[in-house]
């Protein structure tokens, strides 16, 4: 067999081999729905056409546009009947040059330059108006019309200045917008269009009698081929959060939703942005759906850190070759892959001081050192003297008083009463640690110490002594231990109550005080903690290890977020397996016992102090050693790690991987990856979190994401501005040969342009400050076999929406129901409703409703842009950005306004499920 031969015929094999594969790992599940299943919003409609596709263009291993590209760029182009089409990496992307293109020099006195004006919409998608803003142009925001939810054309007269240049819009979730209003003012006033098409393929519009797709009426059209779909983690998943009062908490995930799923706004959890800023963040909803028959992940990272996820959710990891943070599925993670987690989580309101007195209203409580004018609440002479005399007020007349002045003191009965106020300090903070040590309850605090730990036994005399006044009682406690006790209920209620700290060693958990402490108090709280219940062993190069025991993870895991509001990572490691347990002859039985242990710390007076300077065992201030990094830096091949400093100062000013050495982020190695299978009608969750789209969790903290997006095209009739498109896209160079080819032009060596020498390179000459937003082939070859199946999407997208409007047609006195454009014939990307204000009901109380049956909805994206924090400056300043009229329908759609899926995936049932639970909302509120 010839070697061409042979190379087909395995080329054959292996995309059989595929097909088999499809057939029994991905093929469809049963189209049978039932009440309870999940109902997706959008999701991937794929079979074994695309998978074939998506290997048959890695066997090229053509790893940028490539044979795939180049047909689907001329397939889509056949499609949409436009003459060029351009792939991209996005639908974000496509945005992005479309604009830019149009502020080419190649267009002379029509190009679009700083402060010129574009009129566009607030109540849509950001990156149909970033572009705008990032280049320096001025965004003129006209409202929004019902029930189309697009571009109000009545205001365009009201937006055209002398500087504008443009219209840039998007049809709304596949509803196309007026295109002849628009279109019409654009040609009157010499204007650029450019129509976002990212939620709209397919969708059609009638202009001058003949029907065209939306996207190539104006100027310039984009899409989008992002294909959203839900992944979730465990019901188990801790989530730090800060509640509606700003206090800490670690909760389930579970827990979270029940407590604020209908109102998530309440809560901020982390997130980092794109700048790799950590910071909190309220989600704009908490979802969960049934698990199904998906298998879920445990991946366990250096150092312990553990996320359940299922295979389908994303986690962040750090991309070896371009040093990047991307968002991998769990089902495609490695072991040795670099996961993302933090070392600064940011601190929220800071605690000086805690009053007691609220703690005690419901005990039979007084006060002493009171105002004395509290005593005319007291109706009888004689109590009211009494009450004088002994200088103790039942807590139910102290009716006026002021903490700051007061020197009140409270109590249950008649016991020793302690201070209602006290200022929050290392002290108090050391006696947290050495309870959650070593303490216990026993009509009152009980601190168990060896005797040799005589400097951690006299220290909580002189703290009990200090603060409330009380003289410890201090017993022997066997042959080498001592016990002191705080005797009193008053204490002890302080510690139950206010702090929160359960009793029994499994039980207790770090309070939320200590996370709203400053630096030092927190180091005065883990060397209590430590010292009470580790151990220290000094090592060479001053890196020593400190460590902490407990039995309880849940307590370890509180710590591990506690020592990263400090910078401090800890490792995670078992002590003791559970087991039976011989002791001087006897047989017990004996539970986990697991340590935390950090390096790089001492202790010195009373706390903790730094004594590695060469930051050698702490990894949040180290970084992976990428490959990326070595052409910067020569460095033995065996090393692993490298500390932030010393790599900041060979990486060149403004390399954008200096957003890794600045940014507040860290990376650990994954360790083990297990599949497990779980029951199917368990929940699992998620959050939904504007712009950022991540989360942080988790057993010891990891970063978790839920959105990811592949593709998009610019496409045009205009030769001259398919060519700036493609510059722009290429690097910004000159050359428009394809990949891989050279002298297309026939005169790569004989250009003379700018001010280089005649003869330069074509290939290497830039006439735009462009990018390289360039698809991969494997992109196009997935888009090659989808585009086949396109006209069927259109029409399950058209059958579902109408399904949904002719379902809840009864329900028009509650919703503003959508309608077409006229002249329109929309392939809907959702199905959007808006609560009339007389509804009865909220659009929390629909949408808590919907989700909490599976049913997934949607935000109409930002609602109102200019009431997002990107516009915080600009709104301040009041420049930037131009408003045409008060936007109130963009605001009624920012309060009221959401969406339900009618993506071509949708099972027999869903549909009929969807208009059935919106109804019962609307039946339990009757208009």
Request: aromatic share 12%; proline share 4%.
């Amino acid at each position: 067999m010839k070697m061409e031969e042979m190379k087909t015929d395995m080329r054959s094999q292996i995309l059989e081999a595929v097909r088999e594969y499809h057939r029994a790992r991905h093929k469809a599940k049963s189209t049978t729905f039932k009440v309870g299943d999940k109902i997706p919003y959008a999701g991937r409609v794929y079979d074994e056409k695309e998978m074939v596709s998506l290997v048959d263009s890695a066997l090229d291993f053509w790893l940028t546009t490539g044979r795939f590209a180049e047909k689907f760029e001329t397939e889509f182009a056949q499609f949409l009947g436009v003459r060029h089409c351009s792939l991209v990496n996005s639908g974000s992307s496509a945005n992005l040059l479309a604009f830019m293109a149009l502020t080419s020099s190649k267009l002379g006195e029509k190009r679009i330059r700083p402060g010129d004006e574009v009129i566009t919409v607030a109540a849509g998608f950001p990156t149909t108006v970033a572009p705008i803003i990032q280049y320096g142009a001025v965004p003129v925001f006209v409202d929004v019309s019902f029930p189309s939810y697009n571009i109000d054309v009545s205001q365009l007269d009201a937006a055209l200045s002398p500087k504008t240049k443009a219209v840039m819009a998007a049809h709304t979730l596949g509803n196309p917008f007026d295109l002849a209003a628009v279109k019409a003012f654009c040609d009157k006033h010499g204007l650029w269009l450019i129509e976002d098409n990212c939620d709209s393929l397919g969708s059609r519009y009638c202009l001058d009698g003949k029907w065209q797709y939306t996207g190539t009426i104006g100027d310039i059209g984009t899409s989008s081929f992002y294909p959203p779909h839900h992944m979730s983690c465990s019901k188990n998943t801790i989530i730090p959060y800060l509640d509606e009062n700003g206090i800490w908490h670690t909760d389930k995930i579970e827990d979270i939703y029940q407590k604020y799923g209908k109102v998530p706004e309440r809560i901020k959890i982390i997130s980092f942005d794109k700048n790799n800023t950590v910071h909190w963040t309220a989600p704009c909803s908490v979802l969960r759906h049934k698990l199904g028959k998906k298998r879920m992940v445990k991946i366990t990272s250096q150092h312990g850190r553990e996320v359940e996820v299922t295979e389908d959710h994303s986690v962040f990891k750090l991309d070896r070759e371009s040093a990047k943070i991307v968002a991998v599925s769990a089902r495609d993670l490695e072991e040795d892959d670099y996961l993302v987690a933090t070392n600064s989580i940011p601190y929220g309101k800071i605690v000086h001081d805690l009053d007691f007195l609220p703690y005690f209203l419901k005990e039979d409580s007084y006060v002493s050192n009171f105002n004395q004018e509290n005593l005319r609440y007291v109706k009888n002479p004689d109590y009211r003297w009494q009450f004088k005399k002994r200088n103790a007020l039942p807590m139910r007349y102290l009716k006026k008083y002021d903490l700051e002045k007061d020197p009140l003191e409270v109590g249950i009965s008649q016991s020793k009463k302690i201070p209602a106020r006290i200022q929050v300090d290392e002290r108090f903070c050391r006696l947290i640690g050495y309870f959650l040590a070593e303490g216990s309850y026993q009509n009152g605090l009980v601190f168990s110490f060896h005797r040799k730990e005589r400097d951690l036994s006299s220290d909580v005399v002189d703290i009990s002594k200090g603060l409330f006044g009380i003289a410890p009682r201090i017993r022997k406690a066997g042959a080498n231990g001592v016990s002191v006790e705080i005797e009193s209920k008053n204490v002890e209620l302080i510690f139950r109550n206010c702090l929160g700290i359960a009793s029994g060693a499994k039980a207790k958990r770090v309070p939320w005080l200590l996370y709203h402490c400053s630096e030092n108090l927190i180091l005065s709280f883990v060397y209590a903690f430590t010292r009470g219940d580790g151990s220290f062993q000094s090592r060479e190069w001053n890196t020593n290890l400190i460590d902490v025991t407990s039995v309880s993870k849940d307590l370890l895991n509180d710590f591990q977020y506690l020592l990263s509001m400090i910078g401090i990572s800890a490792s995670l490691y078992r002590r003791n397996a559970a087991g039976k347990k011989r002791f001087l002859s006897k047989e017990s039985f004996a539970g986990d016992n697991f340590s935390l242990a950090f390096g790089g710390y001492a202790y010195g007076n009373k706390t903790i102090i730094k004594t590695n300077s060469r930051n050698r065992n702490n990894f949040a201030c180290q970084i992976p050693l990428l490959p990326v990094f070595r052409k910067y830096i020569s460095i033995g091949k065996n090393q692993k790690t490298i500390s932030r400093t010393r790599l900041a100062k060979y990486l060149p000013e403004g390399h954008e991987t200096n957003l890794l050495v600045g940014g507040g982020l860290s990376y650990l190695k994954i360790r083990k990856i297990e599949f497990f299978k779980s029951d199917e009608n368990d929940w699992v969750y998620d959050f939904s979190v504007p712009e950022n789209e991540n989360f942080y969790g988790g057993f010891l903290g990891l970063f978790m994401h839920n959105t990811m997006g592949e593709g998009g095209a610019v496409y045009t009739n205009d030769t001259t501005l398919k060519r700036i498109v493609e510059s722009f896209r290429d690097w910004g160079r000159d050359c428009w040969c394809p990949s891989g080819k050279d002298d297309t032009c026939h005169r790569r060596f004989k250009w003379k342009l700018g001010d280089l020498p005649e003869g330069y390179d074509h290939k290497y000459i830039y006439s735009h400050f462009g990018y390289n937003l360039k698809a991969t082939d494997m992109q196009a070859a997935v888009g090659c076999a989808q585009l086949k199946k396109l006209p069927g999407f259109i029409k399950a997208r058209k059958k579902n929406w109408t399904v949904l409007r002719e379902g809840l047609e009864e329900l028009k006195d509650a919703f503003i129901l959508p309608e077409p454009t006229p002249h329109s014939d929309p392939s809907w990307f959702g199905f959007l409703l808006t609560v009339k204000e007389k509804a009865g009901f909220t659009r929390s109380d629909i949408v808590s409703q919907l989700e909490s049956k599976g049913i997934q909805t949607r935000m109409l994206f930002a609602g109102n842009l200019l009431r997002h924090p990107c516009f915080d400056e600009m709104r301040k300043e009041n420049k930037g950005f131009r408003v045409v009229g008060s936007l109130a329908n963009t605001d009624v759609v920012m309060n009221r306004t959401f969406w339900i899926g009618v993506y071509p995936g949708m099972k027999d049932g869903m549909l009929d499920t969807m208009i059935s639970e919106i109804k019962n909302v609307a039946k339990v509120c009757p208009i």
